[in-house]
């Protein structure tokens, strides 16, 4: 039996299983597929001579056709954050990785709770350095990646264990009535309090049920059932 305080391998771990298609994973963190696949599979650019090619900066186990885990869903949310009001150059965003997990010694920077101490601020400044922001825009985008960093719950060797998704495009929202747990529903969209998917929710509705009821079904309120709805149908 495996001891109750050792960390699962990354084998046994459902997090580190691929889950999710490329769009699917990209309606969950509200990118458009174009802007995650690049980030997966990396990009073509013209060069003076011929063409270049940017590596990938998110590494799903399967390629053909992209499947993503849940930590690779956790990297593309945070990647949003500086793509928000900045536009993401892979070149520039990896340099910046490179830079601040070498100099602190962390791997896949992404995943981890560090990113809200000095870790995050050594990528950040890299990256506003890259990409010449402003200090009001390099502030702005720090603010972006806490937002972002908020909807995460960690586990005690803190990684990863939950994403609260944003409802839309939005970033400033506190609210978050719904969760991506790898442990519930498969590792769907749930609306929190009752663990119910919001695919569901969402089908009910399009067979013409009213909010009213599910809502009785479900021991939820009216605004948690529309903000199902929201998540799912969100561009």
């Known amino acids: 039996m495996r001891p109750m305080d050792a ?82 150059s892979i070149k520039d965003v990896r340099n910046a990785l490179t830079y601040a997990e070498r100099k602190l010694g962390i791997s896949r920077l992404l995943l981890r709770k560090e990113l809200r101490t000095e870790a995050g601020r050594m990528f950040l400044d890299r990256y506003g350095e890259l990409i010449e922001l402003s200090a009001s825009g390099q502030l702005a985008m720090r603010q972006l990646l806490e937002e972002h960093l908020k909807r995460i719950d960690w586990d005690e060797w803190q990684f990863p264990v939950r994403l609260y998704p944003f409802l839309s495009g939005e970033t400033t929202s506190a609210e978050r009535p719904i969760a991506i747990d790898p442990k519930i529903a498969f590792g769907r969209p749930v609306v929190v309090r009752a663990g119910v998917s919001t695919a569901t929710i969402a089908e009910r509705i399009d067979a013409q049920e009213s909010v009213d009821e599910l809502a009785a079904d479900y021991g939820l309120s009216a605004a948690e059932i529309n903000q199902a709805v929201l998540f799912e149908r969100a561009a």
């Open 7 to 88: 960390r699962p391998t990354e084998r046994q771990d459902q997090r580190s299983q691929a889950a999710y298609g490329l769009a699917e994973a990209a309606r969950y963190v509200k990118l458009p597929v174009a802007t995650l696949r690049s980030w997966v599979a990396g990009r073509a650019y013209p060069k003076a001579k011929g063409v270049g090619r940017f590596q990938p900066l998110i590494h799903p186990p399967l390629h053909k056709p992209p499947a993503l885990t849940f930590w690779n869903l956790i990297e593309a949310h945070v990647l949003r954050s500086p793509r928000t009001d900045h536009a993401v």
